[in-house]
């Protein structure tokens, strides 16, 4: 079992930065698939990025691509998604997910919402 614990949310204006962190209880989080995903209200739950394993590979939808921006610190099992340039249509409330996979790249997983484990969440509202 991993539990998984998103921080690093809130208000922001057009244009702000914001780092979300997702910190895991797992003690090899090296060998997880980590991915990102928000929700809107009223809209269903968005894939926006992951990170393979090792860092071998990294994905990002078209919404965000070039605006955001994750990686990995396995010694400190956390997983961060450096977010620039933010619009008021970023504004969600945003989830990280883990599974365990040593091998394959991420892209699948976000695709097919193949994640084992997930976050509480962590709001982030961008206004204008």
């Known amino acids: 079992q991993v539990q998984l614990v998103e921080s690093g949310g809130g208000s922001v204006q057009v244009g702000g930065s914001l780092r979300l962190s997702c910190e895991a209880s797992a003690s090899s989080l090296r060998y997880y698939v980590i991915g990102w995903f928000r929700q809107a209200p009223g809209k269903d739950r968005e894939g926006i990025s992951c990170?393979?394993?090792?860092?071998?590979?990294?994905y990002y939808a078209d919404a965000v691509k070039d605006r955001f921006t994750i990686s990995r610190d396995d010694a400190k099992d956390t997983v961060y998604l450096q977010m620039n340039n933010l619009r008021p249509e970023d504004t969600a409330v945003y989830y990280c997910?883990?599974?365990?996979?040593?091998?394959?790249?991420?892209?699948?997983?976000?695709?097919?919402?193949?994640?084992?484990?997930w976050g509480q969440g962590t709001q982030v509202t961008v206004s204008s």
């Open positions: 997910a883990a599974v365990i996979d040593g091998l394959h790249e991420c892209s699948g997983y976000v695709i097919g919402d193949g994640f084992d484990y």
């Open positions: 990170i393979s394993s090792f860092d071998r590979s990294r």
